[in-house]
């Protein structure tokens, strides 16, 4: 099963997308959208997320950020706490995690505490010796420096024996995440998250940057009406937008409510940063064109991560908070660096993964690949390309002497930390949301761990068929793509999670030429009998050989910027036989 080309075939039978056009907008409410001035095919858009009016489309296009933080659960507690630390001088650590989200709440944190006179000191686990999260051995470390506060960001909500240990030591806990509780929370001073049963803020989906950047909010409003110290000198709020975009996309926040505000807002900061770090990573990236949030998640995302994932993620942080323009560019050619690195350890770790992938996929509900030799921070990633060839929730773990740690990823269909949850008597630690999470077993009970998710994925899955089904938001003509349906279509955008690029369909259409370009891509010609139409087919080359005349095609409307001119292109999602 080493062989490629087998172990495409085998790829490709299990993920052959079937397409599912979503149902059409009601004509009444159509006609609402028609008499309010909407394009059809926008409405229609828009109704197949959730927008069922024009009223409710203002509030998607023009989204209020929620004006008053204090609305979180445990706000003025954690506010009070922190303006007697700065007061009195007391010690304030920061603990973040080493993803994108976790180490811009990191800095945005550090940042705004300094900039009202705090001392403070960021602490960031090391993701290979340390593992995710705060552990005892951490605590005690704070605690021999003296320190009396601990502020955790994007993380820290299943923390209870090291919030109970706090308790015990005299030091106290502000907990903020948004990952979901478990059970009890823990018993930490706060516990400011906006997932908490007894939350009444209006929008619970905020990132981890997210719900920092209210806790920021809190404590500079605060401070403007009754100020803290007399030589602070207060970070603007505008000022921490650039880092609350950054976390919030990287993390794959939904792009709705609130943050959809803070995304827009934030863009525009990004792209006018003043940030020397990011300023440089741009520049270092290559990046073309004004920052978007594709950039985010295809370009920037992944070289910040990148330190976390094979070495420390403070190199990240440092990026993000220093006002040196030689350490900027220092730093931001070590995160270059840092991501080649990643990109070659990544697609060794997917060779060692096949062989155990192959031989579950045809039966399995369930990919389960241990391996010595698969880098812990590779692990996320490996599960990830997993399940997108064989649509199967999967799991990657670095076995090691005593304890192993693994990564998982889902597939919509199943939620793989309420799954860990029902396995939490084997584990160590372990969280995260519906389709992502990491956890900590003992090596010796591996194996167990395994049979029982397998257990409870065939119980859940059995009698699912496990098929990707991409959805469409409408059928249309070719004839339909315009410069004018693209301005409209911008409208839409920040696209991201849970607001997809709006993606078409089109039937029997003319295949009038194809070529591969950059070896892994498919350039195509397509007609509607009257115009032709340039289009791309990303990772598609394969399919160059046996394409038809005549094809059903799913699509997204993109510009492509070549040499300074813009021209409209077909963005393929799939291709198949006309009629197939």
Same mark, same amino acid.
């Given at each position: 099963?080493?062989?490629?080309?087998?172990?495409?075939?085998?790829?490709?039978?299990?993920?052959?997308?079937?397409?599912?056009?979503?149902?059409?907008?009601?004509?009444?409410?159509?006609?609402?959208?028609?008499?309010?001035?909407?394009?059809?095919?926008?409405?229609?858009?828009?109704?197949?997320?959730?927008?069922?009016?024009?009223?409710?489309?203002?509030?998607?296009?023009?989204?209020?950020?929620?004006?008053? &933080?204090?609305?979180?659960?445990?706000?003025?507690?954690?506010?009070?706490?922190?303006?007697?630390?700065?007061?009195?001088?007391?010690?304030?650590?920061?603990?973040?995690?080493?993803?994108?989200?976790?180490? *811009?709440?990191?800095?945005?944190?550090?940042?705004?505490?300094?900039?009202?006179?705090?001392?403070?000191?960021?602490?960031?686990?090391?993701?290979?010796?340390?593992? +995710?999260?705060?552990?005892?051995?951490?605590?005690?470390?704070?605690?021999?420096?003296?320190?009396?506060?601990?502020?955790?960001?994007?993380?820290?909500?299943?923390?209870?024996?090291?919030?109970?240990?706090?308790?015990?030591?005299?030091?106290?806990?502000?907990?903020?995440?948004?990952?979901?509780?478990?059970?009890?929370?823990?018993?930490?001073?706060?516990?400011?998250?906006?997932?908490?049963?007894?939350?009444?803020?209006?929008?619970?989906?905020?990132?981890?940057?997210?719900?920092?950047?209210?806790?920021?909010?809190?404590?500079?409003?605060?401070?403007?009406?009754? &100020?803290?110290?007399?030589?602070?000198?207060?970070?603007?709020?505008?000022?921490?937008?650039?880092?609350?975009?950054?976390?919030?996309?990287?993390?794959?926040?939904?792009?709705?409510?609130?943050?959809?505000?803070?995304?827009?807002?934030?863009?525009?900061?990004?792209?006018?940063?003043?940030? &020397?770090?990011?300023?440089?990573?741009?520049?270092?990236?290559?990046?073309?064109?004004?920052?978007?949030?594709?950039?985010?998640?295809?370009?920037?995302?992944?070289?910040?991560?990148?330190?976390?994932?094979? +070495?420390?993620?403070?190199?990240?942080?440092?990026?993000?908070? *220093?006002?040196?323009?030689?350490?900027?560019?220092?730093?931001?050619?070590?995160?270059?660096?840092?991501?080649?690195?990643?990109?070659?350890?990544?697609?060794?770790?997917?060779?060692?993964?096949?062989?155990?992938?192959?031989?579950?996929?045809?039966?399995?509900?369930?990919?389960?690949?241990?391996?010595?030799?698969?880098?812990?921070?590779?692990?996320?990633?490996?599960?990830?390309?997993?399940?997108?060839?064989? +649509?199967?929730?999967?799991?990657?773990?670095?076995?090691?002497?005593?304890?192993?740690?693994?990564?998982?990823?889902?597939?919509?269909?199943?939620?793989?930390?309420?799954?860990?949850?029902?396995?939490?008597?084997?584990?160590?630690?372990?969280?995260?949301?519906?389709?992502?999470?990491?956890?900590?077993?003992?090596?010796?009970?591996?194996?167990?761990?395994?049979?029982?998710?397998?257990?409870?994925?065939?119980?859940?899955?059995?009698?699912?068929?496990? @098929?990707?089904?991409?959805?469409?938001?409408?059928?249309?003509?070719?004839?339909?793509? @315009?410069?004018?349906?693209?301005?409209?279509?911008?409208?839409?955008?920040?696209?991201?999670?849970?607001?997809?690029?709006?993606?078409?369909?089109?039937?029997?259409?003319?295949?009038?030429?194809?070529?591969?370009?950059?070896?892994?891509?498919?350039?195509?010609?397509?007609?509607?009998?009257?115009?032709?139409?340039?289009?791309?087919?990303?990772?598609?080359?394969?399919?160059?050989?046996?394409?038809?005349?005549?094809?059903?095609?799913?699509?997204?409307?993109?510009?492509?910027?070549?040499?300074?001119?813009?021209?409209?292109?077909?963005?393929?999602?799939?291709?198949?036989?006309?009629?197939?």
């Amino acid at each position: 099963m080493h062989n490629p080309s087998v172990r495409k075939a085998v790829a490709l039978a299990l993920t052959n997308k079937k397409w599912q056009v979503a149902p059409p907008i009601p004509d009444n409410v159509l006609h609402e959208f028609r008499e309010a001035g909407f394009h059809p095919l926008i409405a229609q858009i828009l109704y197949n997320r959730g927008v069922g009016s024009p009223q409710e489309a203002e509030a998607f296009f023009h989204p209020s950020e929620e004006p008053n &933080p204090f609305r979180l659960p445990d706000m003025h507690e954690a506010v009070t706490r922190l303006r007697e630390a700065i007061r009195k001088g007391e010690l304030i650590i920061v603990c973040g995690d080493y993803d994108v989200d976790g180490v *811009t709440a990191t800095a945005l944190m550090c940042e705004t505490l300094a900039s009202l006179g705090a001392r403070v000191q960021p602490y960031i686990p090391n993701r290979v010796s340390e593992g +995710y999260g705060l552990s005892m051995a951490a605590m005690r470390q704070f605690a021999e420096q003296g320190c009396r506060l601990i502020l955790t960001v994007d993380s820290g909500i299943r923390a209870n024996p090291e919030a109970e240990w706090a308790r015990e030591h005299g030091i106290d806990m502000i907990i903020t995440d948004h990952h979901s509780p478990r059970g009890e929370l823990p018993r930490a001073l706060a516990v400011v998250n906006p997932k908490r049963d007894d939350s009444r803020y209006p929008f619970p989906d905020l990132s981890g940057v997210g719900v920092a950047y209210k806790l920021a909010q809190g404590l500079l409003r605060s401070h403007s009406q009754v &100020p803290i110290r007399a030589d602070a000198r207060p970070v603007r709020e505008s000022d921490l937008l650039d880092l609350v975009v950054l976390g919030t996309v990287a993390d794959l926040a939904p792009l709705r409510g609130e943050n959809r505000a803070l995304v827009v807002r934030g863009m525009d900061a990004l792209r006018n940063t003043r940030r &020397p770090g990011l300023k440089e990573l741009i520049v270092t990236s290559a990046l073309r064109g004004p920052v978007s949030v594709g950039h985010i998640s295809y370009i920037l995302g992944p070289r910040l991560n990148a330190a976390g994932r094979l +070495y420390t993620a403070m190199d990240s942080y440092r990026l993000l908070t *220093t006002r040196s323009q030689e350490e900027a560019k220092e730093l931001a050619r070590r995160l270059e660096d840092c991501n080649r690195e990643r990109q070659c350890l990544t697609t060794e770790a997917i060779e060692r993964a096949y062989p155990q992938a192959y031989e579950q996929a045809a039966s399995a509900a369930l990919l389960f690949v241990a391996d010595r030799d698969i880098p812990e921070g590779i692990a996320g990633l490996v599960a990830t390309r997993l399940v997108e060839e064989f +649509y199967r929730p999967s799991v990657v773990v670095q076995i090691s002497d005593g304890v192993s740690r693994g990564s998982a990823r889902s597939i919509p269909e199943w939620n793989i930390t309420a799954a860990l949850d029902r396995c939490s008597h084997l584990l160590v630690r372990h969280g995260g949301h519906a389709a992502a999470a990491g956890f900590e077993v003992e090596t010796e009970r591996l194996g167990i761990l395994r049979e029982e998710l397998l257990r409870i994925a065939h119980a859940d899955l059995e009698a699912k068929a496990l @098929t990707p089904t991409l959805v469409v938001d409408a059928e249309v003509p070719l004839r339909d793509m @315009t410069w004018a349906l693209q301005r409209e279509l911008a409208c839409l955008e920040p696209f991201g999670y849970d607001n997809p690029t709006p993606v078409f369909l089109c039937r029997n259409v003319l295949v009038r030429d194809s070529r591969i370009v950059g070896e892994k891509h498919l350039r195509l010609w397509l007609s509607d009998g009257v115009a032709v139409w340039d289009a791309i087919a990303f990772k598609q080359a394969d399919r160059a050989s046996g394409l038809p005349h005549r094809v059903d095609v799913a699509f997204s409307l993109e510009v492509n910027t070549w040499n300074g001119q813009d021209r409209l292109q077909l963005h393929v999602r799939e291709i198949w036989p006309a009629g197939g």
